[in-house]
């Protein structure tokens, strides 16, 4: 059996963003966004269990014995940390690991607006949302956003994560990185106790409960800068998630609350390049506009947002089908990605469709939102 750390080395070599080692499967890892195998050696069940040894503590061993599943961070020197899982399936181990580079990229590596992004870092208070399916790239966003202030500003950052991912070493700023299991308790203890230790920034690395949120506004509220990401799809889902953590007779203060807080969202989705030369970021991004704000106060104009975000556009907002069809245009992407990925797949198709006339009738095409200047660049080229 091939040494763990060798396997590593090879699937990072080849570009993988994940590795999946099963029992009954070759050693398995996705390749800008394709399952690869590596090797043609089928695992066993003791050869699985060996691999979870290897990678994780003692004590960490003995806490999945008897919980059957544990999340853990591996560092391989000179090559990168991994989020680990492991867990039981049929009996036997299973792992999957996310690959977590060395590099914090910066904003216009990920194929983000440098500019939109900067504006929200440089906020001296309220709330930043990332937001995007499991393996979007949210803490890699996140991660450029506390390195961006890290390198700017003498601030004290307050991250809690579970697990730590991304090794922040001080520069300007001091950064104070908590992990889950390991410093504190939970969330919402290490976000209690975050209130009181000074920060200008805090970082959440998932917002998974009501008493997290809360404190999450509260922490926005009385003058901090909060980070933290959501697993949903778009920004109004994003708005809407926000409120149902809540019961229906605290949801008006809450839609205050968070409306008067709100920095930016941003959300994004992976896309398969046309090139095949990895994947690209396709990205929205509400940002809380005076209109924005009383939007979200009043429910019956929040479904009123999606227009704003396309009409105010010089400011940086962008929905995702706009973006997606700019994409398009700029050769990144094929049309068959940009329809499967798209919220409305006919509202993609129509503004693909203007700006093709627009070009052949010497119309403005697609407006350029800031978005995609380097058609060469992807998010990662994982």
């Avoid at 009996?91 to 999957?96: A, D, K, P």
């Avoid at 500019?115 to 996140?142: C, D, H, N, Q």
């Avoid at 209130?195 to 949120?213: N, S």
Wanted: glycine share 8%; net charge negative.
């Amino acid at each position: 059996m091939i040494r763990i750390d060798e396997l590593l080395i090879e699937m990072i070599n080849a570009g993988a963003s994940d590795v999946h080692l099963q029992a009954g499967s070759p050693p398995m890892g996705r390749v800008h966004g394709e399952l690869v195998q590596f090797g043609s050696k089928v695992l066993r069940p003791d050869d699985t269990a060996a691999y979870a040894q290897a990678l994780l503590s003692a004590e960490q061993w003995e806490d999945f014995e008897f919980r059957s599943e544990l999340d853990a961070a591996y560092s391989l020197p000179g090559h990168g940390r991994f989020r680990v899982n492991a867990f039981r399936q049929r009996g036997s181990v299973g792992i999957v690991m996310r690959v977590v580079r060395d590099q914090i990229p910066d904003f216009e590596s990920l194929g983000l607006p440098e500019g939109v992004m900067r504006t929200m870092a440089e906020s001296p208070r309220g709330l930043i949302l990332v937001t995007g399916p499991t393996g979007s790239g949210k803490s890699t966003t996140l991660a450029s956003v506390v390195d961006h202030i890290n390198r700017t500003y003498a601030k004290h950052i307050i991250t809690i994560e579970d697990p730590i991912e991304i090794m922040h070493r001080n520069r300007k700023s001091i950064v104070v990185q908590r992990e889950v299991g390991v410093d504190t308790r939970d969330f919402r203890t290490a976000l209690k106790y975050a209130m009181r230790q000074d920060p200008d920034v805090i970082m959440i690395g998932e917002m998974r409960d009501k008493e997290t949120v809360d404190a999450a506004l509260t922490a926005a509220q009385t003058g901090h800068l909060v980070l933290s990401t959501l697993h949903t799809q778009d920004a109004l889902r994003t708005i809407n998630r926000i409120i149902d953590f809540f019961q229906p007779h605290e949801r008006n203060e809450v839609r205050t609350l968070f409306a008067e807080s709100l920095v930016g969202i941003v959300s994004q989705r992976l896309l398969r390049r046309a090139d095949c030369e990895g994947r690209a970021l396709g990205t929205e991004i509400l940002l809380g506009t005076p209109l924005v704000v009383e939007s979200i106060k009043d429910e019956d104009k929040t479904p009123l947002i999606k227009d704003a975000m396309l009409e105010d556009n010089l400011r940086g907002m962008i929905t995702f089908d706009k973006h997606l069809a700019e994409l398009y245009m700029q050769g990144v992407i094929s049309m068959e990605e940009g329809l499967e990925a798209a919220t409305s797949p006919h509202e993609f198709r129509l503004m693909v469709t203007k700006a093709d006339f627009g070009e052949e009738t010497g119309e403005p095409e697609l407006t350029q939102s800031g978005f995609g200047r380097k058609p060469g660049s992807s998010f990662g080229r994982r």
